[in-house]
């Protein structure tokens, strides 16, 4: 296909609704956070109003427009579901069509850092013959794929059927490629599971079991077991850390999604502490989410969310993902087909297990067996947000997975 078959529709927000924010964070009112120094209580004040003031007297939303519209971008309806998607045309003899999704609390921005490269493989010193054409979508009920009144009940693997349309429908493609992190991993393993036909192969930045969110609690990170008794006390101390930083988003998206989206729907510098809170704790940051978030990068994801209404939305997900549990669509092994590429990162290592172990860790893992794994690689740095952490090693095992297979 030579010619795109839509037009493209830049991203501009309404001037009313940047003011309304200036006026929300000026009015913002601070509770009370004594003895929250070592932030053992979570994001602590002085960091936040430092952020929240920069925001409204320093911050230029549209200086980030201007950076993210150098993309073209594009609103569709599939199936009745509004979605948005930035593209980068790929620059090459045959590009492969590429469709990257993201999690939470992630924006399509997030995979700004390796989209020239895959598109434009020949401009970053590699091989013109490994460009794609670069979809990147924003997950329905995130950002400019708002709002989502009509279906309340978006989950990963409803999403993976939208994104299948896209590319095959909209987009005209008989056949493609797929990438994703966080839970746009699980909407890409269920791409691989369910259409692997009509997939060149899949690369994900995680290998989670596709029913990872079914179960009564699935919100519970541990599963509800205790920690075992007799581990070395680093060890302990790694299971401890890993509970912190997971349960407690895990069980108020899935418990109380609803109750929740009120408070940070209305408040930007509520939205913005609770992403701000995972963002600080998933990331390899070394303690100072400044040296892989600067404050320009932070606020410009937290105005993907603020602008379009789509914290209480986004969240949502998670509490769908287990009220309509995921089910196979074939009773085959592997249950994802498609050839799989993982990329590991050491800030994500399993309690006890160092990066040199985490590929043999995965594959005597109960997970294993779910893909049609072709390229596992472990990495030593690196947090939660892959492509924008450790973009260079990203693209390296991407391109890695799909070499002979397009």
Not at 185 to 200: N, W
Not at 366 to 383: F, K, Q, S
């Given at each position: 296909?030579?010619?795109?078959?839509?037009?493209?529709?830049?991203?501009?927000?309404?001037?009313?609704?940047?003011?309304?924010?200036?006026?929300?964070?000026?009015?913002?009112?601070?509770?009370?956070?004594?003895?929250?120094?070592?932030?053992?209580?979570?994001?602590?004040?002085?960091?936040?109003?430092?952020?929240?003031?920069?925001?409204?007297?320093?911050?230029?939303?549209?200086?980030?427009?201007?950076?993210?519209?150098?993309?073209?971008?594009?609103?569709?309806?599939?199936?009745?579901?509004?979605?948005?998607?930035?593209?980068?045309?790929?620059?090459?003899?045959?590009?492969?069509?590429?469709?990257?999704?993201?999690?939470?609390?992630?924006?399509?921005?997030?995979?700004?850092?390796?989209?020239?490269?895959?598109?434009?493989?020949?401009?970053?010193?590699?091989?013109?013959?490994?460009?794609?054409?670069?979809?990147?979508?924003?997950?329905?009920?995130?950002?400019?794929?708002?709002?989502?009144?009509?279906?309340?009940?978006?989950?990963?693997?409803k999403v993976a059927d939208l994104w299948h349309t896209l590319m095959?429908?909209?987009?005209?493609?008989?056949?493609?490629?797929?990438?994703?992190?966080?839970?746009?991993?699980?909407?890409?393993?269920?791409?691989?599971?369910?259409?692997?036909?009509?997939?060149?192969?899949?690369?994900?930045?995680?290998?989670?079991?596709?029913?990872?969110?079914?179960?009564?609690?699935?919100?519970?990170?541990?599963?509800?077991?205790?920690?075992?008794?007799?581990?070395?006390?680093?060890?302990?101390?790694?299971?401890?850390?890993?509970?912190?930083?997971?349960a407690v988003h895990l069980a108020a998206h899935m418990l109380d999604?609803?109750?929740?989206?009120?408070?940070?729907?209305?408040?930007?510098?509520?939205?913005?502490?609770?992403?701000?809170?995972?963002?600080?704790?998933?990331?390899?940051?070394?303690?100072?989410?400044?040296?892989?978030?600067?404050?320009?990068?932070?606020?410009?994801?937290?105005?993907?969310?603020?602008?379009?209404?789509?914290?209480?939305?986004?969240?949502?997900?998670?509490?769908?993902?287990?009220?309509?549990?995921?089910?196979?669509?074939?009773d085959r092994w592997p249950v994802v087909e498609a050839p799989t590429?993982?990329?590991?990162?050491?800030?994500?290592?399993?309690?006890?297990?160092?990066?040199?172990?985490?590929?043999?860790?995965?594959?005597?893992?109960?997970?294993?067996?779910?893909?049609?794994?072709?390229?596992?690689?472990?990495?030593?740095?690196?947090?939660?947000?892959?492509?924008?952490?450790?973009?260079?090693?990203?693209?390296?095992?991407?391109?890695?997975?799909?070499?002979?297979?397009?």
């Open positions: 296909m030579t010619d795109f078959p839509l037009t493209p529709t830049p991203i501009r927000v309404p001037d009313d609704v940047l003011a309304d924010l200036r006026q929300r964070l000026a009015l913002t009112r601070w509770p009370v956070d004594a003895g929250n120094e070592d932030s053992y209580y979570g994001v602590r004040r002085a960091y936040l109003q430092e952020l929240v003031e920069y925001w409204r007297d320093e911050y230029d939303w549209r200086k980030a427009e201007a950076a993210i519209n150098a993309y073209e971008h594009y609103r569709v309806a599939v199936d009745g579901v509004p979605v948005h998607f930035m593209r980068r045309p790929g620059a090459g003899p045959d590009p492969t069509p590429l469709i990257l999704t993201h999690g939470w609390p992630w924006t399509f921005w997030h995979w700004s850092k390796v989209v020239d490269p895959l598109a434009d493989p020949g401009a970053y010193g590699g091989d013109p013959a490994e460009a794609f054409d670069v979809i990147v979508p924003s997950f329905p009920g995130f950002g400019f794929s708002t709002p989502l009144p009509d279906h309340p009940d978006m989950n990963y693997w095959t429908e909209t987009l005209g493609h008989e056949r493609y490629a797929a990438a994703g992190c966080d839970v746009g991993a699980l909407v890409t393993g269920q791409l691989g599971h369910k259409y692997a036909d009509e997939l060149y192969a899949i690369h994900i930045g995680s290998g989670l079991r596709l029913d990872f969110f079914n179960g009564d609690r699935a919100w519970d990170f541990s599963g509800g077991r205790p920690i075992p008794e007799g581990l070395p006390a680093d060890v302990h101390a790694q299971v401890v850390a890993l509970d912190r930083k997971f999604s609803s109750t929740l989206s009120y408070g940070l729907s209305d408040s930007p510098a509520g939205m913005l502490a609770w992403i701000l809170r995972r963002w600080m704790s998933w990331s390899d940051n070394g303690g100072d989410i400044e040296t892989v978030f600067a404050k320009d990068d932070l606020l410009t994801h937290a105005m993907i969310f603020w602008v379009n209404n789509a914290i209480g939305t986004s969240i949502r997900t998670y509490a769908n993902n287990n009220r309509y549990p995921w089910t196979p669509s074939h590429g993982i990329t590991f990162v050491g800030y994500e290592n399993p309690p006890g297990v160092t990066t040199e172990q985490r590929v043999r860790h995965f594959l005597d893992s109960d997970r294993a067996a779910w893909y049609n794994h072709v390229n596992l690689t472990a990495h030593d740095h690196g947090g939660h947000f892959i492509p924008w952490e450790t973009p260079e090693e990203w693209i390296e095992d991407l391109r890695r997975t799909f070499r002979d297979r397009r």
